[in-house]
């Protein structure tokens, strides 16, 4: 997870997790003298802008972290998914000749 951090001039706004920033943002109302808030990301000092129109849950579901489960369901009974399917084995005529070789 990187960390990112917002400014208006040279006073710090936010800090922390991209949703948490743009939650922050999202929340301020702008002064209308104040210059818009830049946000960078600490790690490469690269900026980014963030689109922080509608609402707080058009936020968090465009600056959630991808990959993290909101929640996770209990798995049921029985033999696991595995995403295997089955299909039809063709074997060439070698083959069915080497398979007759064999013992058992």
Do not use: N, Y
Not at 13 to 31: I, N
Not at 50 to 61: P, W, Y
Not at 69 to 79: D, I, L, S
């Amino acid at each position: 997870m990187s960390t990112h951090i917002a400014f208006s001039g040279s006073t710090c706004l936010a800090s922390g997790s991209l949703l948490d920033v743009a939650s922050c943002l999202h929340a301020q109302e702008p002064a209308s003298d104040a210059p818009p808030p830049l946000v960078f990301e600490l790690e490469t000092g690269r900026q980014i802008d963030l689109d922080l129109s509608g609402t707080h849950d058009d936020i968090v579901e465009r600056f959630s972290e991808p990959g993290v489960p909101a929640a996770r369901e209990k798995p049921g009974r029985g033999r696991p998914k595995l995403g295997v399917v089955g299909r039809e084995v063709t074997l060439l005529p070698r083959h069915w000749e080497w398979l007759e070789r064999q013992r058992g």
